[in-house]
Protein backbone atom coordinates (compact mmCIF):
# COMPACT_ATOMS: atom_id res chain seq x y z
CA UNK A 1 0.00 0.00 0.00
CA UNK A 2 2.96 2.12 0.21
CA UNK A 3 2.62 2.64 -3.69
CA UNK A 4 -0.30 4.43 -3.76
CA UNK A 5 -0.48 8.28 -3.15
CA UNK A 6 -3.27 10.87 -2.40
CA UNK A 7 -3.28 14.46 -2.06
CA UNK A 8 -3.72 16.82 -0.17
CA UNK A 9 -3.81 15.10 3.09
CA UNK A 10 -6.47 18.77 3.50
CA UNK A 11 -8.61 20.19 1.33
CA UNK A 12 -11.22 22.67 1.95
CA UNK A 13 -14.07 23.34 -0.29
CA UNK A 14 -16.23 26.45 -0.14
CA UNK A 15 -19.84 26.70 -1.10
CA UNK A 16 -20.28 26.28 -4.91
CA UNK A 17 -16.92 25.68 -5.88
CA UNK A 18 -15.68 22.38 -7.50
CA UNK A 19 -12.67 20.77 -5.88
CA UNK A 20 -10.12 17.82 -7.27
CA UNK A 21 -8.63 14.92 -4.99
CA UNK A 22 -5.26 12.96 -6.49
CA UNK A 23 -4.85 9.56 -6.49
CA UNK A 24 -1.19 8.07 -8.05
CA UNK A 25 -0.42 4.66 -7.73
CA UNK A 26 3.15 2.64 -8.97
CA UNK A 27 1.97 -0.46 -8.45
CA UNK A 28 1.24 -1.52 -12.34
CA UNK A 29 -2.69 -2.02 -11.26
CA UNK A 30 -5.51 -2.02 -13.45
CA UNK A 31 -7.94 -1.11 -11.21
CA UNK A 32 -8.71 1.80 -8.97
CA UNK A 33 -11.42 2.75 -6.74
CA UNK A 34 -12.41 5.67 -5.00
CA UNK A 35 -14.71 5.38 -1.08
CA UNK A 36 -16.04 8.23 1.01
CA UNK A 37 -15.73 7.64 4.84
CA UNK A 38 -17.70 8.93 7.28
CA UNK A 39 -16.72 9.48 10.99
CA UNK A 40 -17.66 6.48 13.09
CA UNK A 41 -19.06 4.73 9.58
CA UNK A 42 -17.46 1.98 7.67
CA UNK A 43 -16.52 2.76 3.49
CA UNK A 44 -18.72 3.44 0.87
CA UNK A 45 -17.79 2.75 -2.84
CA UNK A 46 -18.41 6.38 -5.10
CA UNK A 47 -16.29 5.44 -8.31
CA UNK A 48 -14.24 2.42 -9.86
CA UNK A 49 -11.86 1.80 -12.90
CA UNK A 50 -11.48 -1.50 -13.95
CA UNK A 51 -9.17 -0.41 -16.71
CA UNK A 52 -7.46 3.01 -18.60
CA UNK A 53 -10.19 5.20 -20.20
CA UNK A 54 -13.27 3.46 -18.49
CA UNK A 55 -15.34 3.48 -14.91
CA UNK A 56 -18.20 3.17 -13.11
CA UNK A 57 -20.54 4.12 -10.66
CA UNK A 58 -20.58 2.59 -7.23
CA UNK A 59 -23.00 3.01 -4.69
CA UNK A 60 -22.49 7.03 -4.09
CA UNK A 61 -21.77 8.58 -7.22
CA UNK A 62 -24.16 11.26 -7.28
CA UNK A 63 -22.29 14.75 -6.65
CA UNK A 64 -18.59 13.37 -7.98
CA UNK A 65 -16.83 12.60 -11.25
CA UNK A 66 -13.94 10.94 -12.28
CA UNK A 67 -11.41 10.43 -14.92
CA UNK A 68 -9.16 7.67 -16.04
CA UNK A 69 -6.68 8.78 -18.69
CA UNK A 70 -3.62 7.02 -17.40
CA UNK A 71 -3.11 3.70 -15.52
CA UNK A 72 -1.68 5.00 -12.62
CA UNK A 73 -3.77 7.96 -12.00
CA UNK A 74 -7.85 8.30 -10.99
CA UNK A 75 -8.59 11.63 -9.89
CA UNK A 76 -11.79 12.10 -8.33
CA UNK A 77 -13.69 15.94 -8.28
CA UNK A 78 -16.35 16.21 -5.85
CA UNK A 79 -19.06 18.79 -7.34
CA UNK A 80 -20.60 21.64 -5.93
CA UNK A 81 -23.75 19.23 -6.57
CA UNK A 82 -22.32 17.24 -3.43
CA UNK A 83 -24.08 19.03 -0.54
CA UNK A 84 -22.50 17.33 1.86
CA UNK A 85 -18.90 16.54 1.06
CA UNK A 86 -17.41 16.21 4.66
CA UNK A 87 -15.75 13.21 4.83
CA UNK A 88 -12.83 10.90 4.53
CA UNK A 89 -11.70 10.25 1.26
CA UNK A 90 -10.18 6.86 0.46
CA UNK A 91 -8.15 5.66 -3.05
CA UNK A 92 -7.78 2.28 -3.27
CA UNK A 93 -5.95 0.26 -6.28
CA UNK A 94 -5.98 -3.77 -6.79
CA UNK A 95 -4.59 -6.13 -9.86
CA UNK A 96 -6.95 -7.68 -12.23
CA UNK A 97 -4.28 -10.83 -13.19
CA UNK A 98 -5.03 -13.81 -11.48
CA UNK A 99 -3.74 -14.41 -7.62
CA UNK A 100 -5.17 -12.01 -5.16
CA UNK A 101 -6.54 -10.32 -7.57
CA UNK A 102 -9.47 -9.07 -5.16
CA UNK A 103 -6.92 -7.60 -2.78
CA UNK A 104 -7.20 -4.01 -2.51
CA UNK A 105 -4.49 -1.54 -0.93
CA UNK A 106 -5.28 1.74 0.21
CA UNK A 107 -3.98 5.31 0.05
CA UNK A 108 -3.23 7.39 3.54
CA UNK A 109 -6.64 9.51 2.33
CA UNK A 110 -7.65 13.19 1.93
CA UNK A 111 -10.22 14.81 4.49
CA UNK A 112 -12.27 16.80 2.81
CA UNK A 113 -13.77 20.14 4.75
CA UNK A 114 -16.21 22.75 3.87
CA UNK A 115 -15.77 26.33 4.65
CA UNK B 1 -26.74 -5.74 -4.19
CA UNK B 2 -24.57 -6.97 -1.38
CA UNK B 3 -25.32 -5.95 1.88
CA UNK B 4 -22.60 -6.81 5.28
CA UNK B 5 -23.43 -6.53 8.71
CA UNK B 6 -21.08 -6.37 11.42
CA UNK B 7 -21.42 -7.21 15.46
CA UNK B 8 -20.40 -5.50 17.72
CA UNK B 9 -19.73 -1.78 16.59
CA UNK B 10 -17.47 -1.27 19.81
CA UNK B 11 -15.68 -4.14 21.99
CA UNK B 12 -13.78 -3.49 25.02
CA UNK B 13 -11.77 -6.63 25.99
CA UNK B 14 -9.40 -6.88 28.59
CA UNK B 15 -5.36 -7.26 27.45
CA UNK B 16 -4.52 -11.20 26.96
CA UNK B 17 -7.95 -12.07 26.33
CA UNK B 18 -9.40 -12.89 22.75
CA UNK B 19 -11.92 -10.74 20.72
CA UNK B 20 -14.23 -11.73 18.00
CA UNK B 21 -16.07 -9.78 15.37
CA UNK B 22 -19.23 -11.52 12.99
CA UNK B 23 -20.22 -10.04 9.83
CA UNK B 24 -23.37 -11.68 8.08
CA UNK B 25 -23.41 -11.36 4.26
CA UNK B 26 -26.66 -11.21 1.78
CA UNK B 27 -25.06 -12.09 -1.34
CA UNK B 28 -24.85 -16.23 -1.75
CA UNK B 29 -22.36 -15.46 -4.80
CA UNK B 30 -19.99 -13.52 -2.91
CA UNK B 31 -16.24 -15.49 -2.96
CA UNK B 32 -13.95 -13.04 -1.38
CA UNK B 33 -14.02 -11.77 2.77
CA UNK B 34 -10.88 -9.37 3.67
CA UNK B 35 -10.65 -8.03 7.17
CA UNK B 36 -9.30 -4.80 7.34
CA UNK B 37 -7.65 -2.89 10.58
CA UNK B 38 -8.24 0.87 10.72
CA UNK B 39 -6.20 3.10 13.35
CA UNK B 40 -7.13 6.56 13.85
CA UNK B 41 -6.43 8.94 10.99
CA UNK B 42 -4.83 5.96 8.91
CA UNK B 43 -5.43 4.21 5.90
CA UNK B 44 -7.22 0.84 6.31
CA UNK B 45 -4.52 -1.76 6.17
CA UNK B 46 -5.02 -5.55 5.09
CA UNK B 47 -4.63 -8.09 7.98
CA UNK B 48 -6.26 -11.35 6.91
CA UNK B 49 -8.74 -12.71 4.03
CA UNK B 50 -10.46 -15.80 2.92
CA UNK B 51 -11.90 -16.92 0.05
CA UNK B 52 -14.63 -18.94 -0.36
CA UNK B 53 -13.13 -22.63 -0.89
CA UNK B 54 -11.86 -22.70 2.73
CA UNK B 55 -13.48 -23.00 6.12
CA UNK B 56 -10.42 -21.26 8.08
CA UNK B 57 -7.43 -19.42 8.01
CA UNK B 58 -4.74 -18.49 10.86
CA UNK B 59 -2.05 -16.18 10.78
CA UNK B 60 -0.12 -16.39 14.16
CA UNK B 61 -3.08 -14.71 16.67
CA UNK B 62 -5.64 -13.47 14.21
CA UNK B 63 -7.76 -16.40 12.47
CA UNK B 64 -10.63 -15.99 9.99
CA UNK B 65 -13.77 -18.31 9.88
CA UNK B 66 -16.03 -18.74 7.03
CA UNK B 67 -19.64 -20.71 7.09
CA UNK B 68 -21.22 -20.25 3.22
CA UNK B 69 -24.16 -21.87 4.16
CA UNK B 70 -24.88 -19.59 7.06
CA UNK B 71 -23.36 -16.51 5.09
CA UNK B 72 -21.47 -15.37 8.02
CA UNK B 73 -17.79 -14.97 8.94
CA UNK B 74 -15.67 -13.79 11.82
CA UNK B 75 -12.74 -12.56 12.62
CA UNK B 76 -11.02 -14.09 15.62
CA UNK B 77 -8.07 -12.40 17.45
CA UNK B 78 -6.21 -14.33 20.34
CA UNK B 79 -4.23 -12.42 23.27
CA UNK B 80 -4.89 -9.50 22.44
CA UNK B 81 -2.41 -6.22 22.89
CA UNK B 82 -2.53 -2.87 23.04
CA UNK B 83 -1.55 -2.05 19.39
CA UNK B 84 -4.71 -4.20 18.81
CA UNK B 85 -6.81 -1.32 19.20
CA UNK B 86 -8.65 -0.11 16.74
CA UNK B 87 -11.50 -0.06 14.15
CA UNK B 88 -12.02 -3.26 11.75
CA UNK B 89 -13.93 -3.82 8.76
CA UNK B 90 -14.83 -6.91 7.26
CA UNK B 91 -15.86 -6.97 3.41
CA UNK B 92 -17.51 -8.71 0.77
CA UNK B 93 -16.71 -9.47 -2.77
CA UNK B 94 -18.25 -11.37 -6.01
CA UNK B 95 -14.83 -11.34 -7.38
CA UNK B 96 -13.74 -11.21 -11.07
CA UNK B 97 -13.78 -8.42 -13.81
CA UNK B 98 -17.39 -8.61 -14.79
CA UNK B 99 -18.23 -8.03 -11.00
CA UNK B 100 -15.83 -5.29 -11.15
CA UNK B 101 -13.85 -6.82 -7.74
CA UNK B 102 -15.73 -4.44 -6.02
CA UNK B 103 -15.76 -4.26 -2.00
CA UNK B 104 -18.55 -3.84 0.34
CA UNK B 105 -17.91 -3.22 3.57
CA UNK B 106 -19.36 -3.69 7.16
CA UNK B 107 -19.87 -0.80 9.57
CA UNK B 108 -16.45 -1.41 11.30
CA UNK B 109 -15.74 -2.78 15.28
CA UNK B 110 -13.99 -0.38 17.43
CA UNK B 111 -11.64 -2.55 19.27
CA UNK B 112 -10.31 -1.48 22.70
CA UNK B 113 -7.99 -3.84 24.33
CA UNK B 114 -7.37 -2.31 27.89
CA UNK B 115 -3.99 -2.50 29.73
Known amino acids: DGGITQSPKYLFRKEGQNVTLSCEQN?????MYWYRQDPGQGLRLIYY???????QKGDIAEGYSVSREKKESFPLTVTSAQKNPTAFYLC??????????????FGPGTRLLVL | GENVEQHPSTLSVQEGDSAVIKCTYSDSASNYFPWYKQELGKRPQLIID?????GEKKDQRIAVTLNKTAKHFSLHITETQPEDSAVYFCAASKGGEAAGNKLTFGGGTRVLVKP
Open chain 1, 27 to 31: LNHDA
Open chain 1, 49 to 55: SQIVNDF
Open chain 2, 50 to 54: IRSNV
Open chain 1, 92 to 105: ASSSTTSGGRETQY
